[in-house]
């Protein structure tokens, strides 16, 4: 029987450009991201470069540190709007914001103590640069905890679907980051400056969106219905800590998963924790958009959760999802994938042979695989059935770790790389079985999901990983690999566009541009 139920066109339009807005803040990330290193590992020295990495791996990853609170707020705050409590919705925003106080209160004490056993942790680390690395990471950490904030703060707006203003707010902070760093490099090569340049416009941004948060005035929209007292809400932590309570472990779960590679590769491979970390840069980038692309979606699941027929909207809605973030985070894998060996080459951080192409491939992958459990993930939030996945994550979490460790032990580098890329197809095959039984969600057959969600935007996109493989595994001319790219990457696009893609999806698509590109021009 052909499926006919879809989501309305006016929530599908908001839904998108939200996650456009989205988009252009993870844009502006991940252009940071990526063009950081990118003037850092040609300006400085391989050996400052390499503690730098090191510091700033680490120091990047205390913005999972948000508890699942970011999560948390966005449904609960849409539950509550939705229900027409607008006051308890900024309650809930403000016991977000005194938890992550407290989280980065202990985030500051944890990084002053792994500072001070820097070197007993990585001897290797040159001893002229011993006190720039730990001036570096405390600023570091202090800077990705005013982001961290930044975003638990943006949550608030997006559980309204209002994300462009903390997008304008967040995207602003990080190109004058980006800018910082470039203006301080041919003044400065000192690590704890160019942390400092890197940091203060992230705490600016901070500043911002709490002021903007502070202006929001809920007691002029007060209106509510279905009985729901706004007084069952207060600014007290903890009835938003009890429902985050499996995201706090989830989170916890993915800091292992995500931040122990740097630390595994400077263990036992420190001469290669510099391409590690050019690896790491492509794979926050695909993080960045796949995050920004799927963050809307939360609210909406979280409405249409609790609405007549849900669970077949929900169905739907889902698979759609699927479908769609597939193809755009598919493709920018692809696109990563095609430009990864020539900056390798141009870098000057090649190992031997291939094996940086390896392990940038490989943590590529492993984030887009996993990312493209998203979807799957925010309908057990909007449902609250996260509360019965608590093993699941575990385990994901602790076979990573082992086999990313005994692999790196091996083989260095590339067994991290590689060590991820199977956790990750753990992950999937979990969150596909194990989570999915234990949330008791009664979906159905999915094999339709995922087919037209996984298996079509795959094969859409492999003639852009097959020439990303021929590209790394052999030097080509600049004129040839250049037409390999374009070509590879073109028809993968057109495959995606026409096959991935159904008509509905590019039509609403192509609807939502041009609405965006109105309102920017409005703008």
Known sequence: ??????????????????????ILRAFSGSLTTILVPVFLVFLLPKSDY?????????????????????????????????????????????????????VCAVSIFGSILVAWLLPSI?????????????????????????????????AYFAGLQRSLEPAVIATIARFASLGAVILCIPFSQNLGVLAAAFSIPIAAGLVAIVWRFSAERPQNEIFITGGMESSAFDNRPWPLLVYSGPLMLWNICVLVVNGAGIVIVGLFAYES??????????????????????????????????????????????RNAVRIS?????????????????????????????????????????????????????????TGTHRRI???????????????????????????GLGAFTGALIGVTLTLTWSL??????????????????????LCWLPSWAASLALGASAWPLGSSSGLVLVAFGSS???????GLHAADRSMMLRVARSFGRRIKVA
């Open 437 to 458: 039984k234990s949330s008791g969600i009664a979906f159905g057959d999915l094999s339709d999901t995922l087919r037209s969600g996984l298996l079509v935007p795959v």
């Open 50 to 102: 390499t503690v730098w990495a090191l510091v700033y791996g680490m120091a990047s990853y205390v913005i999972y540190l948000d508890l699942g609170l970011q999560a948390s707020i966005q449904a609960t705050v849409a539950h509550r709007h939705g229900a027409g409590d607008v006051r308890a919705a900024k309650k809930i925003a403000a016991s977000g914001l005194k938890i992550v106080t407290a």
């Open 1 to 22: 029987m052909t499926e006919v139920l879809k989501p309305r066109a006016g929530r599908a339009t908001i839904l998108l450009l939200n996650s456009l807005a989205n």
């Open 390 to 416: 608590v093993l699941p994550p575990v385990v994901e979490a602790l076979l990573t770790l082992t086999i990313t460790t005994v692999l790196a032990s091996i083989y260095g580098a590339v067994g991290a």
């Open 273 to 318: 924790v510099a391409a590690f970390s050019i690896a790491s840069m492509f794979a926050a980038a695909v993080v960045g958009v796949g995050n920004a692309l799927t963050t809307p979606l939360l609210p909406e699941f979280s409405r249409v959760s609790t609405s007549k027929g849900g669970l077949e909207e929900l169905r739907v809605l889902l």
């Open 122 to 154: 990585f001897p290797q680390i040159p001893t002229e640069l011993l006190g720039q690395a730990r001036v570096a990471l405390l600023v570091l950490v202090g800077g990705q905890l005013c982001g961290l904030a930044t975003n638990v703060a943006s």
């Open 326 to 382: 597939s193809v755009v985070i598919l493709g920018l894998a692809g696109g990563l994938l095609l430009l990864a060996p020539v900056f390798l080459e141009l870098s000057g951080l090649a190992m031997t042979g291939v094996d940086e192409f390896i392990l940038v491939g490989c943590v590529v992958l492993a984030a887009s695989l996993r990312l493209l459990m998203t979807p799957v993930t925010m309908v057990f939030i909007a």
């Open 493 to 499: 696009a057109v495959l995606a566009w026409f096959f």
